[in-house]
């Protein structure tokens, strides 16, 4: 799709500063200055070259690409229309979409990126038009860098020439007597001329140039983002709500998850609830006393106790273990075996006074003891 943009107006600026500088030069006075045509020729080949590359080599390629993404975003709401639905599964295999070769080339390259992410990611990450058809590549397209110098260079051609008119104008004035000061004005006023003229030039080309330039790029920016919008509503919407809807399904099975972990904890929970209140006996704290440390067990009272004891060489404390089985652990101290016959006769007492129901009511019967170890 070949069109022009603003970059139209350089060709006409050109040929009319050029008209311009032949009749200055060659109508303009009785005798052409051979040093003033020089200098003008010199920079309007210089200039003319630059304008030829930047149009046909930046300027007008990215016009072409603005164009095609205009046509493409009418394209795609006509399409929209008739489907009434998302036309990837139209384009995906689609070789001419914009009918402009660079940006088939870019398209080409997002739906080969975007079948490689699919393949290799589990969760079905993929890759948006947003990366690959940008601002950042228009850039890359009109040559931001080189185009953005250029009304700089062409404002210091013009500079250039006006110190090169005013030496060759300087060069042959001499400063001896009235008749000679005389006879130099004329070759100084050719100097001048010069130094005016090309100033005049390098500064109307450098004003068009950064105007169509400025033109072309916002031109080419609001293609862009028109095509993105439009190809995120009717073709794809973006990753980011892919991304989003990813992480919605992870947090709804991490919730099922914990749902799950809370009602399996409340069921064990009631059950030892439930057997804890039809057997109050078995789950029977104790509390140990030694050497001023206290542990608490939930083990039967009838197995075992711990207590901590001090050896003599040392004052770091021993844990040693006990069984009210008659037969005491290694390290035993006479207070442990004193707190182990109190329980043992305890206990008896309790289980006699069951056993016979000699009077003591529901609440003693259920109560735990607890035992303290002196």
């Not at 104790?286 to 060489?313: I, L, R, W």
């Amino acid at each position: 799709m070949k069109s022009f943009g603003s970059e139209a107006l350089l060709l006409p600026t050109y040929l009319l500063m050029l008209a311009i500088c032949v009749f200055l030069n060659v109508y303009g006075q009785a005798k052409p200055d051979p040093v003033n045509i020089t200098v003008n020729a010199g920079m309007f080949v210089i200039i003319g070259i630059t304008m030829l590359w930047a149009t046909y080599g930046a300027l007008n390629p990215v016009s072409r690409m603005a164009s095609s993404l205009r046509y493409t975003v009418q394209t795609m709401e006509i399409d929209f229309k008739k489907t009434e639905n998302y036309l990837w599964e139209d384009y995906r295999n689609e070789t001419n979409l914009f009918h402009n070769k660079i940006l088939n080339h870019r398209f080409n390259e997002y739906r080969v990126e975007r079948k490689r992410l699919m393949m290799l990611s589990s969760r079905g990450v993929k890759c948006d038009i947003e990366d690959y058809i940008n601002e950042y590549f228009i850039d890359s397209n009109i040559k931001k860098g080189m185009l953005a110098i250029i009304p700089g260079v062409m404002t210091g051609l013009g500079i250039l020439g006006t110190f090169i008119g005013l030496s060759f104008g300087l060069q042959n004035f001499n400063t001896g007597n009235a008749q000679e000061i005389t006879n130099s004005i004329a070759p100084l006023m050719d100097g001048i001329k010069v130094a005016f003229h090309t100033s005049i030039y390098g500064m109307v080309f450098s004003l068009i140039f950064n105007f169509v330039y400025k033109k072309t790029l916002e031109d080419a920016y609001h293609a862009v983002d028109q095509f993105l919008n439009t190809y995120h509503k009717y073709v794809l919407p973006k990753t980011e709500n892919d991304d989003l809807e990813v992480l919605l399904s992870f947090q709804e099975k991490q919730l099922q998850e914990t749902k799950k972990m809370l009602s399996e904890f409340s069921d064990e929970l009631a059950g030892k609830l439930a057997a804890a209140v039809a057997n109050p006996y078995y789950y029977q704290a104790q509390e140990t006393a030694v050497s001023g440390e206290t542990f608490f067990t939930e083990e039967p009272a009838s197995e075992k106790t711990f207590y901590a004891g001090k050896t003599a060489a040392s004052e770091e404390p021993v844990f040693t273990e006990e069984l009210f089985t008659g037969n005491p652990g290694t390290e035993t101290s006479a207070a442990a075996k004193r707190a182990a016959g109190k329980m043992k006769e305890e206990k008896a007492v309790n289980h006699a006074a069951e056993k016979k129901n000699i009077g003591l009511d529901d609440e003693e019967k259920i109560q735990p003891k607890d035992f303290f170890i002196q």
